[in-house]
């Protein structure tokens, strides 16, 4: 049996007191937000934030920015993970670009561990915004990972836009991701 | 073995870039998607369901209330949550936000020259049962002008935001209603292919009515479902 998928439309430009209501001041409890990690989750502490650009360089200032992601011990939160994963990292955030003053981003977490043998330490992420019809998806890798240079995701993109894939330290444990819509540095996205 | 999700249906999906919605120019990829085999990472996914409703979650008729009951058609919203493979999804979360019965959002960014109603917030979240279905009660939203081109003006809807089952059955989308006017006008809608837009308008239905009090309507969901053949572990 097949039946067809709901179409995808755009989450539009209010969805911050649906999605996101504590971030954005609305009376209405959230079910994640930008801080990840409760303080009894193990793990080294890491920020990641960064901006949303559009295809005229602007800072967008409605995307809603979602991060899915392992254990410091490279484990799911998910029955499809029989490992199990540390009790009280959910491994979900979700931060909408129009609080900070920057329109930046800003997620409060461990770093992911590597899921396998294979795989470097990453973040999944789903992107949308007013103007997408459909969630682009999208990873963070992190620079200072040797494992980066022989991970298989990694190498189905070109060798000229891997850089678009990966996080920069900036100091403080902060590492930085901007997302190019469009432009010479256009960040990958997947078909999943 | 690990099983994986069916591939997205492309050809029911709207463009990233359909220029009659003038955001999507500047906000559409413009390189081909790379595709990933999915792995763990695809698969697995933020399980959220019935322990993040609480309270009057599910009835947006009541959790923005301050002083009385908010304007507006109560309306109950129903439906069931399905893999494209036919099979009901339990325990699924889904989380919703509208304007109110006059057209008017509570977000800040909203500037439309309509009420705002102060026993209204218009989110609210639910979560489907053991057979797949969801169920919550509002207002009919009102429809409101925006700003794409002259005259524009948005069909009455629901956002609707899913997670399903793994990061890779994601879904936003919106749910409109039957003999809307403005949807052979809307350029959100008709960036959907012909094929699947009737997929977005729910059905008015006297079975999910509730005598005296609220009309029903019926809006089914379907995900990526399950691939028979499972990926190597």
Redesign the interface.
């Known amino acids: 049996m097949t039946l067809r998928q709901t179409p995808s439309q755009t989450v539009g430009p209010y969805f911050a007191y649906g999605l996101s209501p504590e971030q954005y001041g609305y009376d209405f409890a959230s079910i994640a937000g930008g801080d990840m990690a409760p303080a009894e989750v193990e793990g080294q502490r890491i920020r990641v934030e960064g901006r949303v650009f559009d295809g005229a360089g602007a800072v967008v200032p409605d995307a809603l920015v979602e991060i899915w992601q392992a254990d410091a011990q490279g484990r799911y939160a998910h029955p499809s993970d029989p490992r199990g994963s540390n009790a009280s990292f959910k491994g979900f955030g979700r931060f909408g670009t129009g609080t900070d003053k920057q329109n930046r981003f800003i997620f409060d977490t461990v770093k992911p561990g590597a899921i396998d043998a294979g795989q470097a330490p990453h973040l999944n992420v789903v992107l949308t915004m007013r103007g997408m019809l459909l969630h682009a998806f999208t990873r963070i890798y992190f620079a200072d990972e040797a494992s980066n240079a022989t991970d298989p995701v990694l190498h189905l993109v070109p060798e000229d836009r891997r850089h678009t894939l990966i996080a920069q330290p900036i100091g403080g444990n902060v590492y930085r991701f901007d997302i190019q819509m469009q432009g010479a540095h256009e960040t990958v996205f997947f078909d999943v | 073995m690990?099983?994986t999700y069916r591939a997205?249906?492309w050809a029911?999906?709207?463009?990233?870039l359909?220029p009659d919605?003038k955001?999507?120019?500047?906000?559409?990829?413009?390189?081909p998607?790379?595709?990933?085999p999915?792995?763990?990472?695809?698969?697995?996914?933020?399980?959220?369901g019935a322990e993040?409703v609480?309270g009057d979650d599910a009835d947006l008729t009541r959790?923005?209330r301050r002083n009385g009951e908010p304007l507006g058609e109560r309306i109950v919203v129903t439906g069931r949550v399905?893999g494209?493979?036919?099979k009901p999804l339990p325990n699924t979360?889904l989380?919703?936000?509208q304007?109110n019965a006059c057209g008017r959002?509570?977000?800040?960014?909203?500037q439309h020259d309509a009420p705002l109603d102060p026993n209204f917030?218009?989110?609210g979240?639910c979560a489907t049962d053991s057979n797949g279905v969801y169920k919550f009660m509002t207002v009919k939203p009102g429809a409101y002008p925006w700003g794409n081109h002259h005259n524009a003006w948005r069909p009455q809807h629901i956002?609707f935001?899913l997670f399903g089952p793994?990061?890779?059955t994601?879904?936003?989308?919106?749910m409109y209603f039957p003999g809307d006017p403005l949807l052979p006008l809307d350029p959100?809608?008709l960036?959907?292919?012909a094929?699947?837009?009737n997929?977005?308008i729910a059905a008015f239905t006297l079975d999910a009515t509730e005598p005296g009090y609220a009309l029903g309507y019926r809006f089914?969901?379907?995900?990526?479902?399950r691939n028979a053949t499972p990926m190597e572990a």
């Open positions: 690990t099983e997205r249906d029911g999906q709207p463009a990233y359909s919605y955001s999507t120019p500047l906000r559409s990829p413009t390189r998607l790379i595709a990933l999915q792995s763990l990472s695809e698969i697995t996914g933020p399980v959220f993040v609480t959790n923005g399905l494209d493979d036919g979360l989380e919703v936000w304007a959002y509570v977000h800040k960014a909203d917030l218009g989110s979240r956002h935001s793994s990061f890779a994601r879904l936003v989308t919106q959100i809608f960036a959907t292919p094929a699947t837009r997929l977005l089914d969901i379907v995900l990526r479902g």
